[in-house]
């Protein structure tokens, strides 16, 4: 507890990021399992001292990079208590109350999603395990077609895919469908994939749409595209692992709009509700599909079945013993309200916002994707002066000496082929000040090595940094 304190307490003065290579943390980490136990103490100072360190922190308020996460206190508290008390979640019999407020957590998102009361579903282990059992739920309801097809985004996230593959869909079988100048499924191209499929003897039986997509935090346009999935009879599924929770902001709900009217929507908590890591969910706006494709009643749990009402979480997903993952949103919701978790959510968009009036302001960046929730995909192109084919190696050092500063963690992506410094801004501690301090030294980055080098192509590839960091305590 003391060393968590220290770490939170000091979070922003800490670097965002320090990783290492494996002939850093080998000769560091590595030996055998010893024979004998050691005292707690000098155990526990090796784990925050040398191996906690060797890490993003990616609740820090400068760490910008891919999907961030930044858990409340109360939903820490609840992860510690939880495994203390070592719930078994699977089964009511094993665990009435913790199920109960499973049933009650899951039943707010329901009503967050605009789904009847029908709806329902499981806490998982985040977004990838939720799309999986929404895709084998979808293929299940369509009666395990063999040549059935799926249709995504080419912005999906690559989880979807994998999903697919593993329910045993042929990658033949799946259709990245092209997107707008948004990166927003097209449901022109959506409907003409479906329409050929099927001419070709093919059957289309699920539809996966993005509420945030990873890469720029487009929406696709949700209402449009259950219409098609209507029509063609396929599984509407929403993967709202990252923009979910922005339903919560009434001025965001209404870019949402179509979400109501999916059959599944996979949210992880654990990125824009504040939790750590593995807080994922799965709701369905029909619970009893999950249970269809789900179910599972050897004789050996036949001392669990205690009838419809008391759900044996184990029906609804992949795992039989689960965690009580439930009680972190739970505890976190009644100790802050609703209100101080609708507020950050706001706030996050709004600050995302501000970085892009300011990358449009600063002639020497270059918008290349605008704010969408809270994502915001820009480049460095300097004066004019710097040849077009060189900004992506010149974006690519920027980022590498932002990132081994540790002043601030940013991934890149890529931006209709371009290379892309991309902000998503998520944590409920990142003020305004931490952003304009980061674009502030992105351009002065970008203004030293267009001085230094001829070529600021430089070197192709972002290199983790070596360093050994000090120890986080003596
Ligand atoms: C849109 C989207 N879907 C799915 C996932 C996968 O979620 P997880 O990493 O929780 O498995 C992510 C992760 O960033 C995501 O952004």
Redesign the pocket.
């Known amino acids: 507890m003391d060393a968590i304190l220290d770490r939170w307490t000091n979070l922003r003065d800490g670097a965002a990021w320090r990783g290492a290579t494996r002939d850093v943390t080998e000769p560091l980490l590595h030996g055998p399992p010893p024979e004998e136990g050691r005292d707690l103490d000098p155990l526990l100072q090796e784990i925050a001292g040398d191996i906690m360190p060797l890490a993003g922190r990616i609740d820090h308020p400068r760490f910008l990079a891919?999907?961030p996460s930044s858990p409340t206190w109360a939903s820490v508290l609840a992860s510690f208590l939880v495994n203390g008390y070592n719930v078994f979640q699977g089964t009511w019999l094993e665990s009435g109350g913790p199920s109960q407020i499973e049933v009650t957590v899951t039943d707010w998102f329901r009503e967050w999603m605009g789904y009847p009361e029908s709806g329902g579903g499981l806490f998982?282990?985040?977004?990838?395990?939720?799309?999986l059992v929404a895709i084998v739920a979808a293929r299940e309801a369509a009666g395990n077609p063999v040549r059935g097809t799926v249709y995504m985004s080419e912005q999906?996230?690559?989880?979807?895919g994998r999903a697919a593959r593993i329910a045993g869909i042929d990658p033949e079988l799946l259709r990245a469908v092209p997107t707008d100048d948004s990166f927003r499924l097209c449901p022109r191209h959506l409907a003409a994939a479906v329409e050929r499929d099927r001419a070709g003897g093919l059957e289309p039986f699920c539809l996966v749409a993005?509420?945030?997509?990873?890469n720029t935090g487009s929406i696709d346009p949700l209402a449009e595209l259950s219409d098609i999935a209507r029509s063609e009879g396929l599984w509407y599924h929403v993967?709202?692992?990252?923009?979910g929770f922005a339903v919560l902001d009434p001025a965001t709900r209404p870019l949402l709009d179509g979400i109501e009217l999916s059959d599944s929507v996979?949210l992880?908590p654990?990125?824009w509700l504040f939790q750590p890591?593995?807080t994922?969910c799965l709701i369905a706006r029909d619970v009893s599909r999950l249970a269809s494709a789900f179910r599972i009643m050897p004789d050996y749990l036949q001392d669990a079945e205690w009838g419809p009402s008391h759900v044996n979480f184990c029906d609804r997903g992949l795992q039989l013993t689960r965690t009580f993952r439930a009680l972190r949103v739970w505890l976190s919701i009644h100790r802050y309200g609703l209100a101080a978790h609708r507020k950050e959510i706001a706030r996050a968009i709004a600050l995302a916002r501000v970085a892009e009036a300011r990358v449009r302001s600063e002639e020497e960046l270059e918008l290349l994707s605008p704010q969408s929730l809270g994502v915001v995909c820009f480049r460095y192109r300097g004066d004019g002066s710097v040849p077009r084919g060189s900004l992506d190696g010149l974006n690519r050092r920027i980022q590498k000496q932002i990132v081994n500063s540790g002043f601030a963690m940013m991934s890149s992506t890529r931006i209709r082929e371009c290379f892309s410094l991309r902000f998503c801004v998520l944590n409920y501690r990142t003020t305004q000040e931490d952003l304009e301090r980061t674009l502030d030294r992105i351009v002065a980055a970008g203004r030293r090595l267009c001085a230094d080098h001829s070529d600021p192509a430089g070197p192709s590839r972002a290199e983790p940094g070596r360093r050994v960091p000090e120890r986080a305590r003596a």
Do not use: Q
């Open positions: 891919f999907i998982t282990s985040g977004g990838s395990a939720a799309n999906a996230h690559a989880s979807v993005n509420a945030g997509t990873t993967d709202a692992a990252y923009g996979t992880d654990h990125k890591y593995e994922g």
